[in-house]
Protein backbone atom coordinates (compact mmCIF):
# COMPACT_ATOMS: atom_id res chain seq x y z
CA UNK A 1 0.00 0.00 0.00
CA UNK A 2 3.33 2.34 0.59
CA UNK A 3 4.95 1.53 -2.18
CA UNK A 4 4.71 4.87 -4.24
CA UNK A 5 6.29 6.56 -1.00
CA UNK A 6 8.99 8.78 -2.70
CA UNK A 7 11.85 10.85 -0.20
CA UNK A 8 12.86 13.00 -3.52
CA UNK A 9 9.05 14.42 -4.12
CA UNK A 10 8.91 17.68 -2.68
CA UNK A 11 5.37 16.86 -0.87
CA UNK A 12 6.59 15.78 2.99
CA UNK A 13 6.88 12.16 3.42
CA UNK A 14 4.30 12.56 6.39
CA UNK A 15 1.74 14.15 3.70
CA UNK A 16 2.31 11.28 1.75
CA UNK A 17 1.40 8.37 3.68
CA UNK A 18 -1.78 10.62 5.01
CA UNK A 19 -2.35 11.32 1.68
CA UNK A 20 -2.15 7.30 0.23
CA UNK A 21 -4.18 6.15 3.69
CA UNK A 22 -7.14 9.30 2.91
CA UNK A 23 -7.23 7.37 -0.79
CA UNK A 24 -7.11 3.96 1.13
CA UNK A 25 -10.31 4.81 3.41
CA UNK A 26 -12.15 6.89 0.75
CA UNK A 27 -12.41 3.74 -1.75
CA UNK A 28 -12.97 1.18 0.76
CA UNK A 29 -9.70 -0.24 0.49
CA UNK A 30 -9.58 0.35 4.11
CA UNK A 31 -12.57 -0.32 6.02
CA UNK A 32 -14.23 1.25 8.86
CA UNK A 33 -12.75 0.38 12.09
CA UNK A 34 -10.14 -1.27 10.61
CA UNK A 35 -6.96 -1.19 12.50
CA UNK A 36 -4.08 0.87 11.03
CA UNK A 37 -0.10 -0.69 11.60
CA UNK A 38 1.78 0.81 14.80
CA UNK A 39 4.07 3.78 14.36
CA UNK A 40 6.86 1.73 14.53
CA UNK A 41 5.63 -1.25 12.63
CA UNK A 42 5.12 1.68 9.75
CA UNK A 43 8.29 3.61 10.28
CA UNK A 44 10.25 0.38 10.24
CA UNK A 45 9.00 -0.94 7.06
CA UNK A 46 9.32 2.16 5.49
CA UNK A 47 12.41 3.36 6.94
CA UNK A 48 11.19 6.64 7.68
CA UNK A 49 11.38 8.80 10.84
CA UNK A 50 8.58 7.27 13.74
CA UNK A 51 7.58 11.34 13.97
CA UNK A 52 6.54 11.21 10.31
CA UNK A 53 3.72 8.33 10.73
CA UNK A 54 3.57 10.29 14.16
CA UNK A 55 2.45 13.51 11.86
CA UNK A 56 1.14 11.73 9.57
CA UNK A 57 -1.40 9.62 11.66
CA UNK A 58 -2.40 13.23 13.86
CA UNK A 59 -2.91 14.71 10.20
CA UNK A 60 -5.82 12.12 9.45
CA UNK A 61 -7.59 12.09 13.31
CA UNK A 62 -7.20 16.07 12.94
CA UNK A 63 -9.56 15.03 9.82
CA UNK A 64 -11.80 12.60 11.49
CA UNK A 65 -10.47 9.90 8.90
CA UNK A 66 -8.86 8.03 11.78
CA UNK A 67 -9.51 7.86 15.79
CA UNK A 68 -6.25 7.07 17.77
CA UNK A 69 -7.12 5.08 20.94
CA UNK A 70 -4.83 5.31 23.67
CA UNK A 71 -2.73 1.94 24.11
CA UNK A 72 -4.64 0.14 21.64
CA UNK A 73 -3.85 1.64 18.31
CA UNK A 74 -4.97 3.75 15.72
CA UNK A 75 -8.18 2.64 13.87
CA UNK A 76 -10.26 3.66 10.46
CA UNK A 77 -12.92 6.23 11.74
CA UNK A 78 -16.67 5.91 10.24
CA UNK A 79 -16.81 8.62 7.42
CA UNK A 80 -19.94 9.82 6.07
CA UNK A 81 -20.69 9.25 2.27
CA UNK A 82 -20.13 12.65 1.54
CA UNK A 83 -16.98 12.97 3.54
CA UNK A 84 -16.04 9.80 1.44
CA UNK A 85 -16.91 11.49 -1.52
CA UNK A 86 -15.00 15.03 -0.85
CA UNK A 87 -11.91 12.75 0.30
CA UNK A 88 -12.16 11.20 -3.33
CA UNK A 89 -12.71 14.53 -5.08
CA UNK A 90 -9.16 16.53 -3.13
CA UNK A 91 -7.40 13.30 -4.27
CA UNK A 92 -8.35 13.57 -7.71
CA UNK A 93 -7.05 17.18 -7.36
CA UNK A 94 -3.92 16.50 -5.95
CA UNK A 95 -3.87 14.09 -8.49
CA UNK A 96 -4.23 16.55 -11.22
CA UNK A 97 -1.96 19.16 -10.03
CA UNK A 98 0.78 17.84 -9.31
CA UNK A 99 -0.15 16.01 -13.60
CA UNK A 100 -0.43 20.14 -13.90
CA UNK A 101 3.25 21.12 -12.80
CA UNK A 102 4.91 18.26 -14.82
CA UNK A 103 3.32 18.99 -18.02
CA UNK A 104 4.10 22.43 -17.57
CA UNK A 105 7.48 21.29 -17.33
CA UNK A 106 8.07 19.88 -20.52
CA UNK A 107 6.05 22.40 -22.35
CA UNK A 108 2.87 20.85 -22.70
CA UNK A 109 -0.26 23.30 -23.55
CA UNK A 110 -3.55 22.63 -21.38
CA UNK A 111 -5.08 21.52 -25.04
CA UNK A 112 -2.71 18.98 -25.72
CA UNK A 113 -3.60 17.32 -22.15
CA UNK A 114 -7.70 17.67 -22.95
CA UNK A 115 -6.93 15.84 -26.38
CA UNK A 116 -4.79 13.01 -24.49
CA UNK A 117 -7.16 13.07 -21.75
CA UNK A 118 -10.18 12.12 -24.32
CA UNK A 119 -8.04 9.69 -26.06
CA UNK A 120 -6.77 7.69 -23.12
CA UNK A 121 -9.90 7.24 -20.35
CA UNK A 122 -12.35 5.26 -21.44
CA UNK A 123 -15.52 5.98 -22.96
CA UNK A 124 -18.21 7.14 -19.74
CA UNK A 125 -21.52 5.84 -21.33
CA UNK B 1 19.00 18.80 29.13
CA UNK B 2 18.01 19.98 25.72
CA UNK B 3 20.68 19.03 23.38
CA UNK B 4 23.09 15.65 23.32
CA UNK B 5 25.94 16.80 21.60
CA UNK B 6 27.32 20.73 22.12
CA UNK B 7 30.18 21.58 20.29
CA UNK B 8 31.87 24.81 20.27
CA UNK B 9 34.56 26.73 18.08
CA UNK B 10 36.72 23.33 17.93
CA UNK B 11 39.47 23.28 16.06
CA UNK B 12 41.93 20.50 15.04
CA UNK B 13 44.67 20.36 12.42
CA UNK B 14 46.50 17.70 10.55
CA UNK B 15 49.85 18.75 9.40
CA UNK B 16 49.46 21.95 6.26
CA UNK B 17 46.45 20.26 4.10
CA UNK B 18 43.37 19.27 6.43
CA UNK B 19 41.82 20.93 9.48
CA UNK B 20 38.78 21.49 11.33
CA UNK B 21 38.16 25.05 11.82
CA UNK B 22 35.47 26.94 14.22
CA UNK B 23 33.19 24.55 14.11
CA UNK B 24 30.07 24.22 16.36
CA UNK B 25 27.58 22.14 16.43
CA UNK B 26 24.41 21.36 18.30
CA UNK B 27 22.29 17.81 18.44
CA UNK B 28 19.01 18.40 19.91
CA UNK B 29 17.49 15.28 22.39
CA UNK B 30 15.65 12.66 20.33
CA UNK B 31 16.85 13.87 17.10
CA UNK B 32 18.05 11.58 14.11
CA UNK B 33 20.74 14.00 12.88
CA UNK B 34 22.41 13.48 9.22
CA UNK B 35 25.69 14.43 9.06
CA UNK B 36 26.11 15.13 5.62
CA UNK B 37 29.51 15.58 3.72
CA UNK B 38 32.08 14.37 0.81
CA UNK B 39 34.48 11.94 1.28
CA UNK B 40 37.56 13.99 2.83
CA UNK B 41 35.31 16.58 4.34
CA UNK B 42 36.17 16.14 7.95
CA UNK B 43 32.95 13.73 9.07
CA UNK B 44 35.00 10.70 10.42
CA UNK B 45 37.47 12.95 12.35
CA UNK B 46 34.93 15.22 14.27
CA UNK B 47 33.08 12.05 15.28
CA UNK B 48 36.44 10.97 16.80
CA UNK B 49 37.05 14.23 18.36
CA UNK B 50 33.50 14.10 19.63
CA UNK B 51 33.96 11.06 21.03
CA UNK B 52 37.21 11.55 23.02
CA UNK B 53 39.27 9.67 20.63
CA UNK B 54 41.40 12.42 19.26
CA UNK B 55 42.46 15.79 21.22
CA UNK B 56 41.27 18.61 19.98
CA UNK B 57 43.28 21.85 19.80
CA UNK B 58 41.00 24.42 21.18
CA UNK B 59 37.43 24.91 21.66
CA UNK B 60 34.66 22.51 23.66
CA UNK B 61 32.58 19.54 23.45
CA UNK B 62 30.37 18.41 25.69
CA UNK B 63 28.48 14.92 25.00
CA UNK B 64 25.28 13.82 27.15
CA UNK B 65 26.44 16.40 29.43
CA UNK B 66 30.01 15.12 30.23
CA UNK B 67 32.51 17.34 28.91
CA UNK B 68 35.08 15.25 26.43
CA UNK B 69 37.58 14.72 26.32
CA UNK B 70 38.06 14.81 30.43
CA UNK B 71 34.63 12.88 30.92
CA UNK B 72 34.32 10.90 27.93
CA UNK B 73 34.64 7.62 29.71
CA UNK B 74 31.04 8.78 31.19
CA UNK B 75 29.53 9.74 27.69
CA UNK B 76 31.11 6.62 26.37
CA UNK B 77 28.94 4.00 28.54
CA UNK B 78 25.79 5.21 27.26
CA UNK B 79 27.14 5.83 23.40
CA UNK B 80 26.44 3.05 21.05
CA UNK B 81 29.22 3.60 18.16
CA UNK B 82 29.67 1.57 15.16
CA UNK B 83 32.33 2.89 13.04
CA UNK B 84 33.29 3.32 9.74
CA UNK B 85 35.90 0.60 9.50
CA UNK B 86 34.02 -2.15 11.88
CA UNK B 87 36.19 -3.08 14.98
CA UNK B 88 35.37 -7.03 15.85
CA UNK B 89 37.75 -9.51 16.66
CA UNK B 90 38.22 -11.91 13.91
CA UNK B 91 39.00 -15.36 15.84
CA UNK B 92 35.93 -15.13 18.18
CA UNK B 93 32.41 -16.31 17.23
CA UNK B 94 29.30 -14.33 16.75
CA UNK B 95 28.40 -15.42 20.20
CA UNK B 96 31.88 -14.93 21.96
CA UNK B 97 31.79 -10.72 20.37
CA UNK B 98 28.41 -10.48 21.83
CA UNK B 99 29.75 -12.08 24.99
CA UNK B 100 32.62 -9.86 25.30
CA UNK B 101 30.90 -6.72 24.27
CA UNK B 102 28.48 -6.70 26.72
CA UNK B 103 31.66 -7.22 29.69
CA UNK B 104 31.98 -3.53 28.69
CA UNK B 105 28.66 -2.33 29.01
CA UNK B 106 26.60 -2.84 32.59
CA UNK B 107 23.13 -1.93 30.97
CA UNK B 108 23.90 -4.24 28.25
CA UNK B 109 20.44 -6.07 26.96
CA UNK B 110 20.97 -10.14 26.45
CA UNK B 111 17.71 -10.36 25.26
CA UNK B 112 17.41 -7.82 22.72
CA UNK B 113 20.74 -8.94 21.69
CA UNK B 114 19.17 -12.47 20.90
CA UNK B 115 16.26 -11.19 18.82
CA UNK B 116 18.55 -9.33 17.06
CA UNK B 117 20.72 -12.31 16.14
CA UNK B 118 17.75 -14.36 14.84
CA UNK B 119 16.20 -11.20 13.27
CA UNK B 120 19.77 -10.78 11.08
CA UNK B 121 20.15 -14.36 10.60
CA UNK B 122 23.95 -14.41 12.28
CA UNK B 123 24.80 -18.01 13.49
CA UNK B 124 26.03 -18.06 17.30
CA UNK B 125 29.02 -20.52 16.18
CA UNK B 126 29.77 -18.71 13.59
CA UNK B 127 34.12 -16.99 13.23
CA UNK B 128 33.84 -13.17 12.93
CA UNK B 129 36.67 -13.82 10.05
CA UNK B 130 33.90 -16.14 8.23
CA UNK B 131 31.16 -13.17 8.06
CA UNK B 132 30.42 -11.30 4.65
CA UNK B 133 30.73 -7.94 5.03
CA UNK B 134 27.10 -7.54 5.44
CA UNK B 135 26.79 -10.03 8.19
CA UNK B 136 30.11 -7.83 10.20
CA UNK B 137 27.86 -4.87 9.84
CA UNK B 138 25.11 -6.61 11.02
CA UNK B 139 26.79 -7.92 14.17
CA UNK B 140 28.51 -4.49 15.23
CA UNK B 141 24.56 -2.92 14.48
CA UNK B 142 23.54 -5.31 16.90
CA UNK B 143 26.02 -5.06 19.47
CA UNK B 144 25.33 -1.05 19.04
CA UNK B 145 21.14 -1.68 19.85
CA UNK B 146 21.66 -4.13 22.59
CA UNK B 147 23.73 -1.46 24.65
CA UNK B 148 20.52 0.29 25.70
CA UNK B 149 22.48 3.76 24.69
CA UNK B 150 21.04 6.80 24.89
CA UNK B 151 23.27 8.22 21.88
CA UNK B 152 24.19 5.92 18.86
CA UNK B 153 27.18 7.72 16.54
CA UNK B 154 26.63 5.76 13.30
CA UNK B 155 29.60 6.50 10.96
CA UNK B 156 28.59 5.56 7.89
CA UNK B 157 26.91 2.27 9.02
CA UNK B 158 25.67 0.79 5.95
CA UNK B 159 27.69 2.11 3.19
CA UNK B 160 28.77 -1.29 0.76
CA UNK B 161 25.92 -3.04 2.53
CA UNK B 162 23.80 -4.42 -0.05
CA UNK B 163 20.13 -2.84 -0.07
CA UNK B 164 18.58 -5.79 1.58
CA UNK B 165 20.99 -5.31 4.64
CA UNK B 166 20.36 -1.92 4.47
CA UNK B 167 16.78 -2.24 4.81
CA UNK B 168 16.94 -4.69 7.37
CA UNK B 169 19.65 -2.47 9.72
CA UNK B 170 17.98 0.49 8.94
CA UNK B 171 14.44 -0.99 9.89
CA UNK B 172 16.03 -1.95 12.89
CA UNK B 173 17.46 1.25 13.74
CA UNK B 174 13.99 2.46 13.53
CA UNK B 175 12.67 0.45 15.49
CA UNK B 176 15.04 1.03 18.53
CA UNK B 177 14.62 5.21 18.15
CA UNK B 178 10.88 4.58 18.71
CA UNK B 179 11.46 2.17 21.77
CA UNK B 180 13.94 4.16 23.23
CA UNK B 181 13.39 7.59 22.47
CA UNK B 182 17.20 7.41 21.77
CA UNK B 183 19.30 10.28 19.88
CA UNK B 184 20.75 9.13 16.33
CA UNK B 185 23.69 10.53 15.01
CA UNK B 186 24.52 9.01 11.55
CA UNK B 187 26.89 10.12 9.36
CA UNK B 188 27.09 9.55 5.14
CA UNK B 189 27.24 10.14 1.98
CA UNK B 190 24.07 7.89 1.18
CA UNK B 191 21.88 11.21 1.00
CA UNK B 192 18.72 9.21 0.22
CA UNK B 193 18.38 7.10 3.23
CA UNK B 194 19.06 9.98 4.62
CA UNK B 195 16.21 12.00 3.46
CA UNK B 196 14.10 9.62 4.65
CA UNK B 197 15.43 9.12 8.41
CA UNK B 198 16.33 11.92 9.40
CA UNK B 199 14.92 15.04 11.20
CA UNK B 200 18.35 17.68 11.16
CA UNK B 201 21.10 18.28 9.04
CA UNK B 202 24.49 19.10 9.38
CA UNK B 203 26.55 19.33 6.38
CA UNK B 204 30.25 19.33 6.52
CA UNK B 205 32.69 20.63 3.79
CA UNK B 206 36.78 21.36 4.11
CA UNK B 207 36.76 20.84 7.66
CA UNK B 208 33.62 23.37 8.46
CA UNK B 209 30.32 23.14 9.33
CA UNK B 210 28.21 25.13 6.47
CA UNK B 211 24.44 24.55 7.43
CA UNK B 212 22.78 22.72 10.31
CA UNK B 213 18.73 23.28 10.68
CA UNK B 214 15.96 20.64 10.76
CA UNK B 215 15.76 18.76 7.65
CA UNK B 216 12.06 20.22 6.94
CA UNK B 217 14.01 23.90 7.06
CA UNK B 218 16.72 22.34 4.46
CA UNK B 219 14.28 20.84 1.84
CA UNK B 220 11.90 23.67 1.47
CA UNK B 221 14.00 26.47 2.02
CA UNK B 222 16.21 25.68 -1.25
CA UNK B 223 14.50 26.19 -4.58
CA UNK B 224 15.62 26.67 -7.74
CA UNK B 225 14.37 29.43 -9.90
CA UNK B 226 13.97 30.66 -13.15
CA UNK B 227 14.54 34.56 -13.23
CA UNK B 228 13.64 36.75 -16.29
CA UNK B 229 15.58 40.17 -16.19
CA UNK B 230 17.60 39.50 -13.22
CA UNK B 231 18.75 42.22 -11.03
CA UNK B 232 22.19 42.57 -10.48
CA UNK B 233 22.60 41.09 -6.69
CA UNK B 234 23.63 44.13 -4.03
CA UNK B 235 24.17 42.96 -0.36
CA UNK B 236 20.24 43.76 0.26
CA UNK B 237 18.95 40.23 -1.00
CA UNK B 238 15.93 38.71 1.48
CA UNK B 239 17.74 35.62 0.81
CA UNK B 240 20.96 33.79 0.50
CA UNK B 241 22.21 33.01 -3.10
CA UNK B 242 24.11 30.19 -3.86
CA UNK B 243 24.51 30.23 -7.54
CA UNK B 244 23.62 31.96 -10.71
CA UNK B 245 24.12 31.01 -13.77
CA UNK B 246 22.92 32.49 -17.07
CA UNK B 247 19.94 30.39 -19.54
CA UNK B 248 19.97 32.43 -21.82
CA UNK B 249 20.30 36.67 -22.51
CA UNK B 250 16.67 37.27 -21.37
CA UNK B 251 16.55 34.04 -18.01
CA UNK B 252 18.71 32.99 -15.39
CA UNK B 253 19.12 30.11 -12.90
CA UNK B 254 18.86 31.02 -9.61
CA UNK B 255 19.34 28.51 -6.60
CA UNK B 256 18.59 30.12 -3.66
CA UNK B 257 18.55 29.43 0.08
CA UNK B 258 15.83 30.95 2.65
CA UNK B 259 13.18 31.01 0.15
CA UNK B 260 9.78 32.52 1.39
CA UNK B 261 7.15 32.79 -1.14
CA UNK B 262 6.77 36.71 -0.74
CA UNK B 263 10.15 37.33 -2.04
CA UNK B 264 8.71 36.99 -5.19
CA UNK B 265 8.48 41.16 -4.58
CA UNK B 266 11.95 41.30 -4.66
CA UNK B 267 11.97 40.68 -8.11
CA UNK B 268 9.26 42.24 -9.05
CA UNK B 269 10.75 45.74 -7.51
CA UNK B 270 13.83 45.25 -9.15
CA UNK B 271 11.89 44.69 -12.34
CA UNK B 272 12.46 41.14 -12.89
CA UNK B 273 10.37 38.24 -12.77
CA UNK B 274 10.45 34.60 -11.12
CA UNK B 275 9.15 32.28 -14.03
CA UNK B 276 9.52 29.19 -11.99
CA UNK B 277 10.02 27.58 -8.70
CA UNK B 278 11.51 24.83 -8.61
CA UNK B 279 11.89 21.93 -5.72
CA UNK B 280 14.71 20.73 -5.00
CA UNK B 281 15.58 17.15 -3.26
CA UNK B 282 18.06 16.68 -0.40
CA UNK B 283 20.46 15.65 -2.90
CA UNK B 284 20.70 18.44 -5.28
CA UNK B 285 20.24 20.80 -1.90
CA UNK B 286 23.27 19.24 -0.79
CA UNK B 287 25.01 19.46 -4.48
CA UNK B 288 24.27 23.10 -4.14
CA UNK B 289 24.69 24.12 -1.10
CA UNK B 290 28.53 22.57 -1.84
CA UNK B 291 28.75 24.58 -4.60
CA UNK B 292 27.61 27.84 -2.89
CA UNK B 293 30.08 27.29 -0.23
CA UNK B 294 32.97 27.35 -2.31
CA UNK B 295 32.24 29.94 -4.42
CA UNK B 296 34.11 32.92 -2.46
CA UNK B 297 31.85 35.48 -4.47
CA UNK B 298 28.21 34.00 -3.03
CA UNK B 299 26.77 34.92 0.10
CA UNK B 300 28.21 33.66 3.42
CA UNK B 301 25.92 30.99 4.54
CA UNK B 302 25.19 30.20 8.34
Redesign the interface.
Known sequence: MFKSID????T??YAQIADRIRVAVASGELSVGEGLPS??AL?????????TIVQAYRDLERDKIVEMRQGSGTFVAALGADARARERASAAGRFVRQMLTQAA?QGLSPADLRSALDRELPESK | MTDVIRIRDLAWRAGREFAIRELAMTVPTGAIYGFLGPNGSGKTTTIRLMLGMLPAEDGTIEVLGHSVPRYAHRALERIGYVPERLHLYQGLTVDESIRFHRAFYKDFDDAEAERLRKRFALREDQLVQRLSKGEAGKLMMLLALSQRAELLVLDEPTDGLDPVIRREVLGALVEYVDSRKATVFISSHLVHEQERICDWVGVMDGGRLIAELPMQEFRSGIKRLRVSQAPPVGDATPFALLSRESLNAQHEEWVVRGWQPEMREWFQRAGADVREIQDLDLEESFVELLRGARTPSTTEIR
Open positions: PRSPPLVRASQLRVNPAR
